[in-house]
Protein backbone atom coordinates (compact mmCIF):
# COMPACT_ATOMS: atom_id res chain seq x y z
CA UNK A 1 0.00 0.00 0.00
CA UNK A 2 2.88 2.34 0.58
CA UNK A 3 3.87 2.09 -2.94
CA UNK A 4 1.04 4.34 -4.53
CA UNK A 5 3.26 7.02 -2.62
CA UNK A 6 5.85 6.80 -5.39
CA UNK A 7 2.79 7.91 -7.33
CA UNK A 8 2.24 11.21 -5.25
CA UNK A 9 4.42 13.32 -7.42
CA UNK A 10 2.70 12.57 -11.11
CA UNK A 11 -0.70 12.99 -9.34
CA UNK A 12 0.35 16.56 -7.60
CA UNK A 13 2.08 17.25 -11.21
CA UNK A 14 -0.74 16.09 -13.32
CA UNK A 15 -3.08 18.56 -11.03
CA UNK A 16 -0.70 21.57 -11.79
CA UNK A 17 -0.97 21.08 -15.74
CA UNK A 18 -4.74 20.67 -15.37
CA UNK A 19 -5.12 23.50 -13.19
CA UNK A 20 -2.91 25.83 -15.28
CA UNK A 21 -5.03 24.32 -18.25
CA UNK A 22 -8.05 25.91 -16.88
CA UNK A 23 -6.37 29.30 -17.48
CA UNK A 24 -7.49 31.17 -20.30
CA UNK A 25 -4.02 32.41 -20.88
CA UNK A 26 -2.75 33.69 -23.93
CA UNK A 27 1.27 33.40 -24.64
CA UNK A 28 2.35 36.62 -26.36
CA UNK A 29 5.60 34.85 -27.39
CA UNK A 30 5.39 34.53 -31.04
CA UNK A 31 8.67 32.04 -31.48
CA UNK A 32 7.99 29.05 -34.28
CA UNK A 33 6.36 26.06 -32.00
CA UNK A 34 6.88 27.53 -28.93
CA UNK A 35 3.77 26.27 -27.49
CA UNK A 36 4.83 22.62 -28.72
CA UNK A 37 8.20 22.86 -26.33
CA UNK A 38 6.12 23.68 -23.89
CA UNK A 39 3.89 20.63 -24.00
CA UNK A 40 6.62 18.35 -24.64
CA UNK A 41 8.93 19.74 -21.30
CA UNK A 42 5.67 19.71 -19.45
CA UNK A 43 4.85 16.12 -20.22
CA UNK A 44 8.27 15.10 -19.79
CA UNK A 45 8.30 15.58 -16.48
CA UNK A 46 5.09 14.02 -15.96
CA UNK A 47 6.38 11.01 -18.07
CA UNK A 48 9.18 11.10 -15.98
CA UNK A 49 7.61 11.28 -12.38
CA UNK A 50 5.31 8.06 -14.26
CA UNK A 51 7.82 6.15 -15.00
CA UNK A 52 9.49 7.30 -11.16
CA UNK A 53 6.03 5.47 -9.75
CA UNK A 54 5.66 2.39 -12.15
CA UNK A 55 8.97 1.53 -12.12
CA UNK A 56 9.57 1.47 -7.81
CA UNK A 57 6.60 0.05 -7.21
CA UNK A 58 5.73 -2.81 -9.63
CA UNK A 59 7.61 -5.78 -9.97
CA UNK A 60 6.77 -5.69 -13.92
CA UNK A 61 9.21 -6.24 -16.83
CA UNK A 62 10.96 -2.94 -17.93
CA UNK A 63 8.75 -3.31 -21.23
CA UNK A 64 5.37 -3.61 -18.91
CA UNK A 65 6.00 -0.72 -16.86
CA UNK A 66 7.57 1.65 -20.12
CA UNK A 67 4.46 0.48 -21.89
CA UNK A 68 2.09 1.71 -18.31
CA UNK A 69 4.27 4.86 -18.07
CA UNK A 70 3.68 5.55 -21.88
CA UNK A 71 0.07 4.33 -21.87
CA UNK A 72 -0.93 6.47 -18.85
CA UNK A 73 0.84 9.26 -20.10
CA UNK A 74 -1.28 9.48 -23.06
CA UNK A 75 -4.54 9.38 -21.45
CA UNK A 76 -3.84 11.82 -19.08
CA UNK A 77 -2.12 14.66 -22.87
CA UNK A 78 -5.67 13.41 -24.35
CA UNK A 79 -7.57 14.47 -21.04
CA UNK A 80 -5.82 17.67 -20.50
CA UNK A 81 -6.50 18.82 -24.59
CA UNK A 82 -10.11 17.71 -24.05
CA UNK A 83 -10.06 19.68 -20.72
CA UNK A 84 -8.69 22.42 -22.64
CA UNK A 85 -11.46 22.06 -25.49
CA UNK A 86 -14.33 23.23 -22.61
CA UNK A 87 -11.98 26.32 -21.87
CA UNK A 88 -13.07 29.57 -23.39
CA UNK A 89 -9.76 30.91 -25.55
CA UNK A 90 -8.29 27.29 -25.41
CA UNK A 91 -8.66 24.49 -27.75
CA UNK A 92 -8.13 20.77 -28.46
CA UNK A 93 -5.26 20.03 -30.70
CA UNK A 94 -3.30 16.94 -32.22
CA UNK A 95 -0.08 18.95 -32.66
CA UNK A 96 -0.11 19.09 -29.17
CA UNK A 97 -1.51 15.82 -28.23
CA UNK A 98 1.71 14.60 -30.33
CA UNK A 99 3.85 16.60 -28.19
CA UNK A 100 2.22 15.83 -24.91
CA UNK A 101 3.24 11.87 -26.47
CA UNK A 102 6.49 12.45 -27.07
CA UNK A 103 7.61 14.27 -24.13
CA UNK A 104 6.08 11.22 -22.45
CA UNK A 105 7.94 9.05 -24.22
CA UNK A 106 11.16 11.53 -23.49
CA UNK A 107 10.56 11.34 -19.44
CA UNK A 108 10.42 8.42 -19.25
CA UNK A 109 14.19 7.48 -21.21
CA UNK A 110 15.41 9.86 -19.35
CA UNK A 111 13.95 8.43 -16.02
CA UNK A 112 15.78 5.17 -17.46
CA UNK A 113 18.85 6.51 -18.03
CA UNK A 114 19.25 8.07 -14.79
CA UNK A 115 18.14 5.39 -12.86
CA UNK A 116 21.16 3.59 -14.44
CA UNK A 117 23.75 6.16 -13.77
CA UNK A 118 25.51 5.07 -10.08
CA UNK A 119 23.60 7.78 -8.23
CA UNK A 120 20.21 6.87 -9.74
CA UNK A 121 21.04 3.01 -8.35
CA UNK A 122 21.43 3.97 -4.68
CA UNK A 123 18.42 6.28 -4.83
CA UNK A 124 16.48 3.78 -5.88
CA UNK A 125 17.52 1.18 -4.04
CA UNK A 126 17.34 3.29 -0.95
CA UNK A 127 13.38 4.41 -2.26
CA UNK A 128 12.23 0.92 -2.64
CA UNK A 129 13.99 -0.23 0.65
CA UNK A 130 11.51 2.48 2.68
CA UNK A 131 8.54 1.62 0.44
CA UNK A 132 8.06 -2.01 1.38
Same mark, same amino acid.
Given at each position: ????????????????????? /??? =????? *?? +????? &??????? #???????????????????????????? /??? =????? *?? +????? &??????? #???????????????????????????????????????
Amino acid at each position: MRKILFFVPAILYYGLIFFLS /SRS =LRSQV *DI +LFFDK &VVHLLEF #ALLGFFLAFGYFLSLKSSIATKSYLTVI /SGM =LLGGL *DE +LHQYF &VPTRSLE #AMDFVADSIGVLAGLLIYFFLSRTGRGKLLTENLLKTGR
